[in-house]
């Protein structure tokens, strides 16, 4: 092999290495933003869309206090939809706001069309807080809020049926998550509740 096949080798090895060198740093440094924007990442950064049409950004509603909750009309459970519309009247003026997200992902029990379903919430219950279309709330197609409410508190935390609920700070941080079983009536539901509507 002549001197200048081996420098020439030599050569192109060592411009690879820089090149493999230089692809891992900006793979490296290009994840870092993503992880951190996750890691930043509030209630207010996520959308809906209105039941009765229109973006529904949760950020109209930054500095108060969120209860997001996935709804069905025909569970067991829907006669929470009296008990929902109770605390959004008893605590709204304080700055709560309860957030319905109908979802057929349990049982089948919210198959009805998103007119039918606000004509059934509001004939059944008279309610009149916020109301999105339907969403998947479970699994990698969840809706965004959802993933990233399971990615922030944990698997055991996400929805696993109908009238989960996710309580969020005026800061736009998730609090806690309360099962199916705990009614929005619940002494523990209302202390946390009452407790991230004072803190200002």
Do not use: H
């Given at each position: 092999m002549s001197e200048r096949t081996s420098t020439t080798g030599t050569t192109l090895r060592t411009r690879l290495a820089s090149a493999l060198a230089l692809t891992l740093l900006w793979a490296t440094t290009s994840a870092l933003p993503a992880v951190a924007d996750s890691a930043k990442a509030r209630a207010y950064d996520f959308n809906f869309e209105a039941i009765e049409g229109g973006r529904m950004p949760l950020?109209?509603?930054?500095?108060?206090?969120?209860?997001?909750?996935?709804t069905a009309?025909?569970?067991?459970?829907?006669p929470q939809y009296e008990g929902l519309q109770a605390l959004w009247q008893r605590y709204e003026a304080k700055g709560l706001v309860v957030v319905g997200v109908p979802s057929n992902d349990f049982g089948a029990q919210e198959p009805k069309s998103e007119a039918e379903i606000l004509g059934f919430c509001k004939g059944a219950y008279n309610v009149s807080f916020p109301l999105t279309t339907k969403q998947t709330v479970s699994g990698p197609r969840a809706h965004p809020f959802y993933r990233w409410a399971a990615d922030t508190l944990g698997a055991t935390a996400a929805p696993t049926w109908n009238f989960h609920k996710y309580l969020v700070g005026r800061d736009g941080r998730l609090i806690t998550a309360f099962g199916t079983r705990v009614t929005p009536q619940a002494p523990e539901l209302i202390k946390a509740v009452e407790a991230a509507l004072a803190n200002n």
């Open positions: 950020a109209q509603w930054r500095g108060k206090v969120l209860l997001v909750v996935n009309s025909f569970c067991g459970f829907t």
